[in-house]
């Protein structure tokens, strides 16, 4: 039997609505007790204790939307690879896109990543399958077999389904299953030519802008038909303040939808591109300031759910191009928490709300046992210094590929050890 215990600690626990100073003790890679009153009875024969003053113990982060390049490209990112850097950054589960090569849309392929999964990854790996064969967005995959294999959601990654009613047909069979349909809305021939955010900035640059009613259009769409079918929605990347509008109408109606964001989208704006700068050309692009101010008000609100990293390695090759030629996307496992954790700081979130967007609330809409510290859950959960200065710098990233958005950021706050089902697979000491 082991034993550990987590004394005199910061304990954020969403799940429980608890901030409080006391004490973790996990048993068997279980958590025993969590909270104030943990060591009422002493402390357990055999334990191993660990003073924690000054630090904060949370639930390890839950990442929903991480891209990896297993299978087809893994020269830019390993399962192996990104469990290291999630590991490093806080992050205990992560849900892979099936955009790979070939496409996760069969029961093989999905059981090929678990199997991966257990055989090299560090913390828990949840593949997201895709809705629709070779994601063409014509024919839908078999929901129910992928679920049965262990896909905890649908979703067709970095595309968009342009038909409406193969959207009606996937939210209505999905809802038979209790399955999400997670889906990135950018509307195709909107967004087709658009390298960045459409606005002065971008004619200055002489690139061409995507609209932020591109995002709108296949979103207020997905809304509509989600109160139509009754089936569960999630957007899985959000960027602008009218998008957040909408779905705060379509809670209001009662429809059965969440919202996430990139951090990308909460941390910057147009402005980081800089002189074309293309580690800063993402999908959804980097929005004027008004509008990262505004997803950062509906994040505190709550009409945006969850936060992601949206990690996208890509190498040198796909990044060291013109802007408009380069391919979209950057890593963010590892300075997920620490780039988020500059909300806290400077007081536009509180940090409670801010850790049930990062492990909570996504670990909840997908069905996960993470993102908690109750008494009984798997313990999973890191040890960080909320005001540990520390600079991201290129030869420390883990990740295969090295296409941060915050090279030479000074950060503050940092994961100190993360534990996975009670063991540790990061520490800095």
Same mark, same amino acid.
């Given at each position: ?8 600690? +910061? ?16 048993? !068997? ?9 943990? %060591? ?20 390890? %982060?839950? @990442? ?5 390049? *297993? ?47 257990? !055989? ?18 014509? *024919? ?28 009606? =047909? ?25 390298? /960045? ?7 200055? %640059? ?20 989600? +109160? ?20 705060? =109408? ?20 147009? /402005? ?8 800063? =050309?993402?999908?959804?692009? &980097? +929005?004027?300031?008004?509008? +990262? ?21 890509? @190498? ?11 391919? #979209? ?11 988020? %954790? ?7 979130? #509180?940090?409670? =709300? ?14 996960? @046992? ?39 950021? &000074? ?19």
């Amino acid at each position: 039997m082991s034993i550990v215990v987590l004394e005199k600690a +910061r304990i954020i626990d969403p799940s429980r609505m608890l901030d409080e100073i006391g004490t973790v003790i996990v048993e !068997d890679g279980r958590v025993k007790e969590a909270g104030a009153g943990a %060591l009422n009875q002493g402390f357990p024969e055999g334990a191993t204790v660990k003073d924690c003053s000054g630090l904060t113990i949370m639930p390890g %982060l839950v @990442d929903a939307h991480v891209h990896v390049g *297993e299978p087809g490209a893994e020269h830019r990112e390993t399962i192996a690879s990104a469990s290291r850097a999630a590991a490093a950054g806080g992050v205990t589960s992560i849900v892979t896109m099936p955009d790979t090569d070939p496409v996760i849309d069969d029961v093989a392929l999905v059981e090929f990543v678990l199997r991966s999964a257990r !055989d090299t990854a560090l913390v828990n790996v949840h593949p997201a399958a895709a809705i629709t064969k070779g994601l063409k967005g014509l *024919e839908m995959t078999e929901f129910a077999l992928l679920q049965g294999a262990g896909a905890v959601a649908l979703t067709e990654g970095r595309r968009t389904i342009a038909s409406a009613l193969v959207m009606r =047909r996937a939210l209505t069979y999905a809802r038979d299953f209790s399955a999400v349909i997670s889906h990135e809305t950018q509307d195709p021939d909107l967004a087709s030519y658009g390298v /960045m955010n459409e606005g002065l900035f971008a004619s200055w %640059l002489g690139l061409p802008g995507i609209p932020r009613e591109a995002e709108l259009i296949t979103l207020e769409r997905d809304l509509s038909l989600a +109160r139509l079918t009754g089936g569960a929605y999630h957007a899985s990347k959000l960027s602008t303040a009218i998008s957040a509008a909408a779905v705060s =109408r379509a809670k209001a109606d009662g429809a059965d939808v969440t919202a996430g964001v990139s951090i990308n989208n909460l941390a910057l704006n147009e /402005m980081d591109v800089g002189e074309y700068r293309t580690f800063f =050309r993402l999908t959804p692009p &980097l +929005r004027a300031e008004e509008d +990262r101010a505004a997803m950062v008000e509906a994040l505190k609100s709550g009409a945006i759910d969850i936060i992601v990293s949206s990690h996208d390695p890509q @190498d040198v090759d796909t990044k060291r191009l013109p802007f408009s030629e380069a391919a #979209p996307g950057a890593i963010g496992l590892e300075t997920l928490l620490a780039a988020a %954790l500059r909300l806290h700081h400077n007081g536009e979130v #509180p940090l409670l =709300r801010l850790v049930e967007a990062l492990s909570t609330a996504p670990a909840r809409r997908f069905g996960l @046992d993470a993102g908690t510290l109750k008494p009984g859950a798997s313990a999973d959960l890191i040890l960080v210094d909320l005001d540990a200065p520390w600079v991201v710098k290129e030869d420390d990233i883990l990740s295969r590929s090295k296409n941060t958005c915050f090279e030479g950021a &000074l950060m503050q706050g940092k994961v100190l050890q993360t534990l996975v089902a009670g063991r540790t697979v990061f520490s800095t000491e």
